[in-house]
C-alpha cells in the first residue's frame, strides 16, 4: 500500500498534471494551483517531520514495493536522521519560492510551473530514495528539469550557463552511474544475489578491492561534489546561479547544492568507509580552500548574484568540511547547516531577485542608500545577512560553530584556517549590505518601493526559522543525532569486515548500523 | 535568582517593541520605551544584588540554566547565566550607566528622525551587554560578545548615507571579527581542555586540567585575549575604535567607552582561574596593555577632533585596565572599568553637549573659550578630564593609583614606569583638549581647512561653528541631569576602591569569587604605597601644567616637526595596515576573481571540449539541440537498465 512518502512524491507530480491540463492563459489559475500543491506537500512534510521519532538511526515511513525483481531493483522509500529534515526544506522552500516567482516569471508561466512541480517530486524523490536505481532516477528526474529552468527562463547568457551546468551535471552523472552498476556487481561478492537495495547492501561490506573501493568513492563523491559545489568543480555555479531566474538560484542554491551533501553522508560515507577515511583529509583540504577562495573571490565580486553565488560555495565549504571530520558535533553541524544554508542562501537570493525586479541592476554599485527608502527590506536583508555570516542567535551559528567545535577535536589544522573564514564572510556579506543598502541614496533610487505584503509573506517564514533554529536548535539536533552516530561508528569501525548482523524483520537500517 | 533573567529580557523586549512599532508611535512613547527597560534593568540588577547580599559571601553564586541550546555528541552548551558578586557588580555599571545615556539621548537625538531604530538599537546593545556578563558559559557569552559587536556596527553606521560612517562601522565589525576568530578557537580549545565552558566547572577544573605554564593554558588564555584586543580595542587591533566616532555621540558614551570595549577586561577576569595557570600569557596582557596605554595616549597627543581624542584617551585606559589584570590585579581591573566607565561616559557626554550647542562641530580647532558660554557643560567636562588625568580626590585617581601600584608591587617596575609615563601624557592630552575647547580664545588652534563634524545631524540648522553671535548655550535639562549624575558619581566613585585599609569595598566584595592566588604579591607598606601615588599625582599635575605653560602661557614652546608629523600620522600604524594588510587581501582576490574564470574554469571547460570531440559536439549542442539531449539523458538510463534487464 502506498504510503505518506509516496503520497509526497506524488502530490507535486499530480499537481503538475493538474496545471498542465490547464488553459495556459489562465495565469492565476495556474499560479494558484502551483502554490496549492506545494503547499500540500509542504503540509504532508510538515506531519511526517513531527511524527518522526528521534532516537533511532534506522529507516521510518519505509516503503518498499518490487520494482524490476529479476536484477533486484526495488521501489524502495524510507526517511532517516540525514533525510527528514532535508524534506521538509524541500517542502518549505517550494511554496515561497512559487510564491516569489509570482513577481518574476512571466513568460510561459504555466511551463514554469509544470516544470518546477517535476523539479520538486525529483528533489523529495532523491532524498527519500533507499534504492540506488530509484535514487539514480530521482536524480536525474530532479537536474532535467532545472536545466530547463535555468535555459528557458534564465537571463540573457542563460545558453552558456545551461550548457556548462548539463555538461558538468551529465559528467556527474555518468560516473555515478557507473559507479552504481560496479556497486550493484560488488554486492554478489558475497555469494548472495546482486541487489541495488541500499540497507541491504550496507549489511555486509561490499565485495570489492580497496583500489576499486577508492574509484567508486571518487566516482560517488565527483557527482555530488559537482553539486555542492566543491573547489575546483564549481566553475558551473556562477553562471547559472547569475543567469536562472532569481527564484531558480534559490532553489538551486537552498536545495540543490543539499542534494549533493545528503548524497555524501548517504552513500559515500556508508558504501566506502575505508576509502572515506584515506580521502578524508583531501576533501577537508578542498573544502577549506573552497571556504577561503570562495570569500575572497566573493569580496571581489561586482555582481549581486556572482557574489553571494561565490559566498554561497564558500558556506558549503563548511558544510564539506564538517561530513569528512567524522566527528558527531561537526556532522551534525553539517546537517543543521545545510537547513540554516537552504534557508539563509535562499533568503539572500530571494532578496537579491526583489532587488533585481525593482531596478533590473545586477551590479551592486548600481545602488547605493537602499536603507533609506526601502527600510524593511533593508531590515529583512540584514537579519539574513547575520544569519549568513553566523551571528549567534541565528540559524548560521549553530551549524558553523558545530561544524568548527566538532572539526578543531578531529583535524585542528583544518579548523583553524577555516575559522578565518567566518571574517571572510562577514567581508563580503558586509560588504553586499554597504554598497547596496548604504551610503548616499541615489536619485534615480528615491521611488524604489519597500516590501510588499506579497514579499513579507515570502520573508517573516524564513526569518522566523532563522530565529527560531537559532535559539532553538535541539529539535533539528535530536532528529540526526542517532543516524549520525551510526553512520560515524560505521566509518571508524571499518577496519576489517563489518560484523553481520541478523537483518531484523522490517529492515530498519537506513544509513549505518541499526541501534538496538 | 531566577529574575535574573530579566535584566537582560526588558530591554530586550524594548528592542523588539520599538523595532516593530517604533515608526508609529511619538516620539515620546519611543523615549519612555527605551528608558523605562533599561531602568527595569538596573532596578532588577539592584534587587539580585541585594538578595545576594543577604546570602552568606562564600554562597553567592547562582547558575541558572534556562533550557539546553546547543546538545550534541559531546558539545554541550546551555543558555544559562551565571550570577554572581562579578557579574552583578557589572550589571549594574552597565545598566546603571545605560540608562543615564538613554536619558541623555532623549535630548541628544530630539531632532532625529530616526529615534525609533536609534533606540531600538541601543536597547538591542543593553540586551546583549547585560546578557555578555551575565551568561554561564563561554558560548552563551558569544552571543552577547558578538550581539554587542553587531550593535556596534549599527549605531556606528546608524547616519548610513555618510559614506565615513558606512566605512567605520563594517571596519570595527571586521576588526573585532578578526580578534574574535581567536575568541572561537580559544571556546574549542575550552571543550577539547575541559569538556565544557562552564564558568564555575571550568574554575574549578583548571588546577587539574591545564598544567602551569603548559601549553594548553597558554593557547587558551591567548585565543581568548586576542578576542579580547579586537573587542577592547588594544594594540594591535585598536584601529577600529578611532573611526567609531563616526556615531552618535552617546553611543560613543555608552559602547565605545563605558561598556562593550571593556568586555574584554571582564572576560579576562571571569576565566582568571585559566589565567593563572598561564603566567606567559599574563605576561603577555600587561604588556600589551602597558603599551597600549602609552601609545594611544601618545597618539591623542595631536588629535584635532575632540571624539578622538577621547577614543584615544578610552584605548589608553583599557590598556591600564588589561595591565591591572595582566599582573593579577583582578578586582583593581574592575575598579578602574567601573570608574572608567563613570568618568569617560561623563567626558563624551560632555563633548556631546559641546557639539549639540555648535551644530554638531567636533573639530577643536573651530572651538575656544566655550568656558563662559556653556559653564555646566565645562564643569561636566572638567570633572572628567581631571578624573581622567588621575588627580585626587576622583575616581580616576584612586582607580589608577591602585592599578600603578599594583604593577609595581608584582614587580613588573618597567611596566610601571610606562604606565606612569603614560599617566603624564594622559593629564597632558585631557588638558590640552579642555584648554582648546574651553579656556583659549576660538581660532587659536588655527582651524584647518576641513573640519570633523559628527552625522548629518539633522538637529542642527547647518553647520555652525563657532560663528559669532550664534546662540550657543548649555543643553536642556534631559542632557544636564545625567551629566550631573555622572559627575557625581565620577566624585565619589573612588570609595569604591580605596578605603583606610585596603582592600576596599569592591575589592572585597568580589573577594571570595576572584581571592585564591588572585594577587602575586600584596606585600607592601603604606609608606611604599603613599610614595607611589605621591608619583603619579605628581606627574599628573607636571602634564597639567606643561599644557598651561605652552598653550595659555605661552611661555614654552614645544614644536618638533618630526614629532608633530609622526603624532598626526599616529606612528603610522593605519598606514602600515593599509599597505601590508588591507591593499594584498584586496589584490588577492581581485586575482583570485581572474584566476577563477581564465584558470579553473577554462581548464575544466578545455577538458570538456577535448573528451567531447573537438568542439563539434559542443557547437550543435549550442545551436539549440541541448534540451533534446537533455531529455535524452533519462531516456537514456532508462535504456540502460532495460539493456540490464534483458541482458
Redesign the interface.
Known amino acids: 500500500m502506498p504510503g505518506i512518502l509516496t503520497a509526497l512524491v506524488a502530490v507535486p507530480l499530480i499537481g503538475a498534471a493538474g496545471v498542465a491540463l490547464l488553459p495556459a492563459g489562465r495565469v492565476r489559475a495556474v499560479r494558484a494551483v502551483g502554490l496549492v500543491t506545494t503547499l500540500a506537500a509542504l503540509a504532508l512534510a510538515a506531519w511526517v517531520w513531527a511524527r518522526f521519532a528521534p532516537g533511532t538511526s534506522g529507516l521510518e515511513f519505509e516503503e518498499r514495493a518490487a520494482w524490476?525483481p529479476?536484477?533486484g531493483?526495488a521501489y524502495h522509500l524510507g526517511l532517516d536522521g540525514l533525510s527528514v529534515s532535508l524534506v521538509a526544506l524541500t517542502a518549505f522552500l517550494f511554496p515561497l519560492a512559487l510564491a516569489a516567482a509570482a513577481g518574476q516569471v512571466r513568460d510561459r508561466v504555466k511551463a514554469f510551473v509544470v516544470t518546477a512541480l517535476l523539479l520538486e517530486a525529483g528533489l523529495l524523490g532523491t532524498f527519500m530514495a533507499q534504492d540506488l536505481?530509484l535514487f539514480?532516477?530521482f536524480w536525474?528526474?530532479m537536474?532535467?528539469p532545472m536545466?530547463?529552468l535555468i535555459?528557458l527562463w534564465g537571463g540573457a547568457g542563460r545558453?552558456?550557463a545551461?550548457?556548462?551546468f548539463?555538461?558538468?551535471t551529465?559528467?556527474g552523472?555518468i560516473l555515478m552511474?557507473v559507479a552504481i552498476?560496479a556497486v550493484y556487481l560488488g554486492s554478489a561478492a558475497g555469494g548472495g544475489a546482486p541487489t541495488f537495495d541500499l540497507p541491504s547492501l550496507l549489511r555486509e561490506p561490499l565485495g570489492v578491492a580497496p583500489g576499486v573501493q577508492a574509484v567508486l568513492f571518487a566516482a560517488f563523491a565527483v557527482a555530488f561534489a559537482i553539486k555542492m559545489p566543491v573547489w575546483?568543480?564549481?566553475?558551473w555555479l556562477?553562471d547559472a546561479y547569475a543567469e536562472a531566474p532569481p527564484v531558480v538560484t534559490v532553489l538551486l542554491a537552498s536545495l540543490m547544492a543539499k542534494a549533493g551533501a545528503y548524497g555524501l553522508l548517504r552513500f559515500c560515507l556508508p558504501l566506502f568507509p575505508e576509502a572515506s577515511r584515506a580521502f578524508g583529509p583531501l576533501l577537508s583540504a578542498l573544502a577549506v580552500v573552497g571556504i577561503l577562495?570562495g570569500g575572497?573571490?566573493a569580496?571581489?565580486?561586482g555582481d549581486m548574484r556572482r557574489l553571494l553565488a561565490y559566498g554561497s560555495m564558500s558556506h558549503m565549504g563548511f558544510i564539506l568540511l564538517g561530513i569528512f571530520a567524522f566527528?558527531?558535533?561537526a556532522v551534525?553541524g553539517s546537517l543543521i547547516q545545510m537547513v540554516n544554508h537552504g534557508v539563509s542562501t535562499g533568503a539572500l537570493f530571494l532578496l537579491a531577485g526583489y532587488l533585481l525586479e525593482r531596478t533590473g541592476r545586477a551590479r551592486t554599485d548600481a545602488y547605493g542608500?537602499v536603507?533609506?527608502t526601502a527600510?524593511a527590506l533593508a531590515a529583512a536583508a540584514l537579519i539574513v545577512v547575520?544569519s549568513s555570516l553566523a551571528?549567534?542567535?541565528t540559524n548560521g551559528?549553530?551549524g558553523e560553530?558545530?561544524i568548527?567545535?566538532?572539526t578543531?577535536?578531529a583535524r585542528p589544522a583544518a579548523?583553524?584556517p577555516a575559522?578565518?573564514g567566518?571574517?571572510a564572510a562577514?567581508?563580503y556579506l558586509?560588504?553586499f549590505v554597504?554598497r547596496v543598502?548604504?551610503?548616499?541614496?541615489r536619485d534615480d533610487l528615491r521611488a524604489l518601493p519597500d516590501l510588499r505584503a506579497r514579499e513579507y509573506a515570502v520573508l517573516v517564514p524564513l526569518i522566523l526559522v532563522i530565529f527560531w533554529v537559532g535559539?532553538?536548535?535541539?529539535p533539528l539536533?535530536v532528529r540526526s543525532?542517532a543516524t549520525v552516530?551510526a553512520v560515524l561508528r560505521r566509518v571508524a569501525a571499518a577496519h576489517g569486515p563489518a560484523p553481520r548482523a541478523a537483518p531484523a524483520v522490517g529492515s530498519r537500517a537506513g544509513g549505518g548500523e541499526r541501534t538496538p | 535568582m531566577r529574575a535574573a533573567i530579566l535584566i537582560p529580557l526588558f530591554p530586550l523586549a524594548g528592542w523588539v517593541v520599538n523595532g516593530l512599532l517604533g515608526d508609529r508611535w511619538g516620539r515620546r512613547a519611543v523615549a519612555w520605551v527605551a528608558c523605562g527597560t533599561v531602568v527595569a534593568a538596573f532596578a532588577v540588577s539592584l534587587a539580585v544584588l541585594a538578595r545576594l547580599l543577604a546570602l552568606p559571601p562564600g554562597a553567592r553564586s547562582a547558575a541558572v540554566v534556562l533550557y539546553e541550546w546547543i546538545g550534541t555528541g559531546s558539545v554541550r552548551a546551555p543558555l544559562g547565566l551565571l550570577v554572581d558578586p562579578l557579574s552583578v557588580a557589572l550589571a549594574l555599571v552597565v545598566s546603571g550607566v545605560g540608562a543615564l545615556i538613554h536619558i541623555y539621548s532623549v535630548g541628544y537625538m530630539a531632532g532625529d528622525e530616526h529615534i525609533a531604530r536609534y533606540f531600538a538599537y541601543l536597547n538591542l546593545f543593553m540586551a546583549s551587554m547585560l546578557w555578555l556578563v551575565l551568561a554561564g558559559n563561554l558560548v552563551a557569552m558569544f552571543i552577547g560578545w558578538e550581539g554587542v559587536g553587531l550593535c556596534s556596527y549599527l549605531l556606528i553606521a546608524f547616519w548610513f548615507t555618510r559614506p565615513p560612517a558606512a566605512a567605520a562601522g563594517v571596519k570595527a565589525f571586521l576588526v573585532t571579527r578578526l580578534g574574535d576568530v581567536g575568541f572561537l578557537l580559544g571556546i574549542f580549545l575550552a571543550f577539547a581542555v575541559f569538556g565544557t565552558t562552564d564558568f564555575t566547572a571550568m574554575a574549578r577544573a583548571a588546577g587539574s586540567r591545564l598544567p602551569l605554564g603548559g601549553p594548553a593554558a597558554t593557547a587558551l588564555a591567548l585565543l581568548l585575549f586576542l578576542g579580547a584586543t579586537g573587542k577592547s580595542a588594544q594594540l594591535p587591533l585598536y584601529v577600529w575604535l578611532p573611526d567609531a566616532m563616526e556615531g552618535p555621540t552617546p553611543v560613543s558614551a555608552l559602547i565605545h567607552a563605558a561598556t562593550m570595549v571593556t568586555a574584554g577586561v571582564y572576560m579576562i577576569v571571569r576565566m582568571h582561574a585559566v589565567y593563572l595557570r598561564a603566567p606567559l600569557a599574563l605576561d603577555v596582557v600587561a604588556i600589551v596593555g602597558a603599551a597600549t596605554a602609552i601609545f594611544a595616549a601618545a597618539a591623542a597627543l595631536a588629535e584635532p577632533d575632540l571624539k578622538r581624542v577621547l577614543a584615544y584617551s578610552t584605548i589608553s585606559q583599557l590598556g591600564y585596565m588589561f595591565l591591572g589584570v595582566g599582573v593579577g590585579a583582578w578586582s583593581d581591573g574592575i575598579f578602574h572599568l567601573t570608574s572608567h566607565a563613570f568618568f569617560k561616559a561623563l567626558l563624551f557626554l560632555a563633548a556631546g553637549a559641546v557639539m549639540h550647542a555648535l551644530g554638531g562641530e567636533t573639530d577643536m580647532r573651530r572651538m575656544g573659550g566655550l568656558a563662559g558660554r556653556l559653564p555646566a557643560t565645562a564643569g561636566a567636562f572638567a570633572v572628567g578630564a581631571l578624573a581622567l588625568a588621575g588627580i585626587w580626590p576622583f575616581a580616576g585617581f584612586f582607580s589608577k593609583e591602585a592599578i600603578l601600584s599594583d604593577a609595581f608591587r608584582a614587580g613588573r617596575v618597567w611596566l610601571w614606569a610606562v604606565a606612569l609615563a603614560a599617566a603624564g601624557l594622559t593629564a597632558l592630552y585631557i588638558a590640552r583638549a579642555f584648554a582648546l575647547v574651553f579656556v583659549l580664545p576660538p581660532g587659536e588652534g588655527s582651524a584647518g581647512p576641513a573640519g570633523c563634524r559628527e552625522g548629518d545631524a539633522p538637529r542642527a540648522a547647518g553647520h555652525r561653528g563657532l560663528a559669532p553671535g550664534a546662540e550657543v548655550a548649555d543643553p536642556p535639562p534631559v542632557m544636564r541631569w545625567p551629566m550631573g549624575a555622572l559627575a557625581l558619581l565620577t566624585l565619589l566613585g573612588g570609595a569604591l576602591g580605596w578605603s583606610a585599609a585596603r582592600p576596599g569595598v569592591l575589592a572585597r566584595w568580589l573577594g571570595p569569587l576572584l581571592a585564591p592566588g588572585a594577587l602575586r604579591s600584596s606585600e607592601g607598606t603604606h609608606g611604599s604605597e603613599a610614595a607611589l601615588a605621591a608619583a603619579g599625582l605628581a606627574v599628573a599635575v607636571a602634564g597639567i601644567v606643561l599644557v598651561w605653560l605652552v598653550y595659555v602661557r605661552r611661555a614654552l614652546r614645544v614644536r618638533s616637526q618630526a614629532v608633530q608629523t609622526v603624532l598626526a600620522h599616529r606612528f603610522y600604524v593605519e598606514d602600515f595596515y593599509a599597505a601590508a594588510v588591507v591593499a594584498p587581501v584586496r589584490a588577492v582576490a581581485r586575482w583570485a576573481g581572474g584566476f577563477d574564470r581564465a584558470v579553473i574554469d577554462g581548464a575544466v571547460v578545455g577538458l570538456a571540449r577535448a573528451i567531447g570531440g573537438g568542439g563539434a559536439v559542443l557547437r550543435r549542442l549550442q545551436s539549440g539541440y541541448l534540451r533534446h539531449y537533455a531529455a535524452l539523458a533519462l531516456v537514456g538510463v532508462l535504456a540502460l537498465l532495460a539493456y540490464w534487464m534483458w541482458r
Open positions: 524490476v529479476a536484477v531493483i536505481v539514480y532516477v536525474e528526474a537536474l532535467v536545466y530547463f535555459a545558453a552558456g545551461a550548457i556548462k548539463f555538461l558538468y551529465m559528467a552523472s552511474l552498476v575546483p568543480l564549481h566553475t556562477p577562495y575572497a573571490v569580496w571581489a565580486q566527528d558527531v558535533p551534525q542608500g536603507a533609506a527600510p547575520l551571528l549567534p542567535g551559528f549553530i560553530f558545530l568548527l567545535v566538532g578543531f577535536q579548523a583553524v575559522t578565518l567566518t571574517v562577514a567581508a558586509l560588504a554597504g543598502f548604504h551610503g548616499p541614496l535559539l532553538y536548535p535541539q539536533l543525532e552516530t
